[in-house]
């Protein structure tokens, strides 16, 4: 990188999505769905509750706690309902985003909740059935003042529908008292059980004389977009390893003629659905799938060719961790083929991803991995595998010192503080690679920012590498790839493994 004078770097925060908007119209419509049943309303949460960031990529200004924040403004009539599958404690099931198990992160959930002011009824276990780890868990949220109901597996569910909605089915699952008007049904995970578990609900509250009703909450696919909108095909690349696919509504359009998106799942159990609601409450309330919903995203894009900007980036970053799962092991190759063909019907590839060709020029340059950085005002920026650095925290290094204008040639961080480092990692940490990763450079940049005023500088370009976007020619590193999403950068990678000590 040349000498450089300092020079004002343009951030680019266009706006797609009015979350204002958004957080008094979908209050709105719950309440009004709360209203329209009469006393209470299960209403299932499909996704993340408060840290949507999927949303906040392909809908720029969605903010990732914008559910949390429209609870909030229901929260004197809402609680929580959290649902868990015996199941996935039994198998150890974890969340890759966050790397916990669906048992850890129930735990995570209600702190989260009952910090933000929310009340926390109980929890689920459904499909239950007496196990160690199971009981367990248990005894662990009794513990913590936490009551835990049990549901049970019903043989012939889904289709048996006569059995299901009886004194056999869900009438032996316990009875989950509820004090709230509104009850949010959530989960760690998809397939916990959270429609059942509402059903359920619904058949014992109708056989207390309780006028209950049941809706659903997910935010994709958005049902008032074009079937092949990029923010669709984003969620669809999104899911690709769980085989959803987006279709036209068929119950909508024979109902009302006109055209509404819906998923695969939700439209081959509307039957099913709509029967036992029926035998439930006497009638059907809905006429099709996407009559079930609540979401209201599509009345807040302001800008929709923002929108399919943001979303086909995210599909090519879809691409991009596909390839690495696959090589991973964790999922097929059939997963990666369907992204593949998405991006074809949207039209992009990964050269539309610009720190592609500069992170994979680098690395033909030095003969070793590196890494690229598109900034906000679309300067790239690169770093090299050294002797001191690895890529990544190289190219961290480099990005800071552009953003603040600072010349090349500048040292934020001397030699004489690295090595030590170094020599902790190897000789007493049990490291066999000497370099410093991202979150070892910036915690020695800010022990430098404390006495020399070009660190300090450095450090306070930090926030403005939100958003931005990084791609690295090998498999980044768990540590590396945390500290890039704890900045808020969206990182992809070369299905490539890292050479030993690079």
């Not at 003969?367 to 595998?385: F, N, S």
Request: proline share 4%; hydrophobic share 40%.
């Amino acid at each position: 990188m040349n000498k450089m004078a300092k020079i004002e770097v343009r951030e680019v925060h266009s706006i797609g999505f009015d979350n204002k908007k958004y957080l008094s119209l979908q209050s709105e419509k719950i309440q009004e769905r709360i209203d329209s049943f009469g006393d209470k309303l299960y209403l299932e949460f499909g996704g993340k509750l408060f840290d949507d960031y999927h949303a906040s990529r392909v809908l720029p200004g969605f903010e990732p706690d914008s559910k949390i924040k429209m609870l909030l403004k229901l929260k004197d009539v809402a609680e929580i309902l959290v649902v868990i599958s015996a199941n996935d404690i039994i198998k150890n099931k974890y969340r890759s985003d966050l790397g916990i198990t669906y048992d850890a992160d129930v735990l995570r959930l209600i702190d989260i909740f009952q910090n933000k002011g929310l009340f926390v009824g109980s929890v689920v276990m459904t499909m239950y059935s007496p196990q160690p780890a199971v009981d367990g868990f248990i005894k662990r949220l009794s513990a913590l003042g936490i009551k835990v109901y049990k549901h049970y597996a019903i043989e012939g569910y889904p289709s048996d529908v006569q059995k299901i909605v009886s004194a056999d089915g869900y009438g032996k699952n316990e009875y989950v008292p509820t004090s709230r008007r509104l009850v949010i049904v959530t989960a760690p995970g998809p397939g916990s059980g959270k429609m059942a578990t509402c059903l359920s609900q619904l058949y014992h509250e109708n056989l207390r004389g309780v006028k209950a009703g049941y809706a659903k909450f997910e935010t994709f696919p958005i049902w008032n977009l074009p079937l092949s909108h990029p923010v669709n095909a984003a969620y669809e690349a999104a899911t690709a390893d769980l085989n959803d696919v987006n279709m036209i509504d068929p119950y909508h359009l024979e109902a009302y003629q006109s055209l509404a998106v819906n998923y695969n799942r939700d439209v081959e159990i509307f039957p099913v659905v709509s029967a036992m609601l029926e035998k439930i409450l006497g009638y059907s309330p809905y006429k099709s799938p996407t009559d079930m919903g609540v979401n209201m995203a599509g009345f807040c894009i302001v800008d929709d060719e923002i929108c399919r900007k943001a979303s086909k980036s995210e599909i090519i970053r879809r691409y991009y961790a596909a390839l690495c799962d696959a090589r991973k092991g964790r999922i097929g190759k059939e997963v990666v083929a369907k992204i593949e063909l998405l991006m074809s019907k949207a039209g992009i590839s990964q050269d539309d991803r610009k720190p592609v060709a500069s992170a994979l020029k680098k690395a033909q340059q030095t003969g070793a991995p590196a890494v690229a950085i598109e900034l906000g005002d679309g300067r790239i920026v690169t770093g090299k595998t050294g002797e001191l650095l690895g890529a990544s925290a190289a190219a961290l290094l480099n990005a800071l010192k552009v953003l603040g204008g600072i010349e090349d040639s500048i040292e934020l961080i001397s030699p004489t503080i690295i090595e030590p480092i170094q020599r902790l990692k190897v000789n007493h940490m049990g490291s066999g690679n000497p370099r410093l990763h991202t979150d070892e450079i910036l915690m020695a940049l800010a022990i430098c920012a404390v006495s020399d005023r070009m660190a300090k500088l450095a450090m306070e370009q930090l926030d403005k590498l939100k958003n931005c976007e990084i791609h690295s020619t090998v498999i980044l590193s768990h540590v590396d790839e945390k500290t890039f999403k704890s900045l808020g950068m969206h990182v992809t990678c070369e299905p490539q493994r890292c050479p030993a000590k690079a």
